[in-house]
């Protein structure tokens, strides 16, 4: 499930689902972003918006109307999805982090400080991809 986790309406019944067709000792596995990356956290404090990706939620909404679907209905942080996918009776076996190693922060008079965060905190980057196994 790459990309998907974050679109839907009913994540829960998603991951139950997935749970439930998955044999014992199978593998599951499943990308969103990573609503406490660096980029949310920035978004977070510095643009006042709670999602790292989406636009504003007014328009995301709209997209119901115009489209059919919207696009990030929520996203999650690493703590949320692990524990959220545990109490479905997933258990995390391991969490790959992706995304651009370097952010830009832009401060005063468009001063920039670049972060390279790809070493020091990979919990931080954009994508987090995890697997599970049904236990």
Do not use: W
Request: aromatic share 12%; net charge positive; with cysteine.
């Amino acid at each position: 499930m790459n990309e998907v986790f974050e679109h839907l309406l009913n994540p829960l019944h998603a991951l139950r689902n997935t749970y439930r067709i998955l044999k014992k000792g199978g593998y599951f596995t499943m990308t969103t972003p990573n609503l406490g990356s660096y980029s949310g956290i920035v978004n977070f404090f510095l643009a006042n918006r709670a999602q790292a990706l989406s636009t504003d939620i007014y328009s995301e909404y709209l997209k119901l109307e115009r489209i059919g679907h919207m696009g990030h209905v929520r996203e999650y942080t690493i703590n949320e999805m692990c524990a959220c996918a545990e109490r479905v009776g997933f258990a995390l076996e391991s969490i790959e982090f992706s995304g651009p190693s370097k952010y830009q922060l832009v401060v005063q008079r468009n001063q920039k400080i670049v972060v390279d965060l790809s070493h020091s905190a990979p919990h931080l980057l954009l994508k987090a991809r995890y697997f599970f196994k049904k236990q």
